[in-house]
């Protein structure tokens, strides 16, 4: 059975950082790529970025090209985001999820979610 856990979620100040991880179940890991999405209220649910399989090809939304940073730890079936100089607009839910797509910017692409963690950024 799939399983994904998010956490690193929390309250920042704008311009501040934030690192959320994702803990995959090893089968999943191994056999998809990854991604993170948020959903802000309101909103549909957007792509952020995504990490290759094999090796460390990433793929990134224009609009935290240059702020976020998707890595993974294989050794611990672990995918993360770093999130810097973050802006209000950043605020969402963020969610992991897996694909067998590479890259895919589609939230029907990927077929198995996280619970998602919450990040709230202020003024």
């Known amino acids: 059975q799939a399983l994904l856990v998010e956490s690193g979620g929390g309250l920042v100040q704008a311009g501040g950082s934030l690192r959320l991880s994702c803990k995959v179940s090893?089968?999943?890991?191994?056999?998809?790529?990854m991604g993170w999405f948020r959903q802000a209220p309101g909103k549909e649910r957007e792509f952020v970025a995504a990490?290759?399989?094999?090796?460390?090809?990433?793929y990134y939304a224009d609009s935290v090209k240059g702020r976020f940073t998707i890595t993974k730890a294989v050794a611990e079936n672990t995918v993360y985001l770093q999130m810097n100089s973050l802006k209000p607009e950043d605020a969402a839910v963020y969610y992991c999820?897996?694909?067998?797509?590479?890259?895919?910017?589609?939230?029907?692409?990927?077929?198995?979610w996280g619970q998602g963690t919450q990040v709230t950024v202020s003024p």
């Open positions: 990490i290759k399989r094999e090796g460390q090809s990433t």
């Open positions: 090893r089968g999943t890991f191994m056999t998809n790529h």
């Open positions: 999820a897996a694909s067998p797509y590479f890259p895919s910017t589609e939230k029907t692409k990927y077929y198995t």
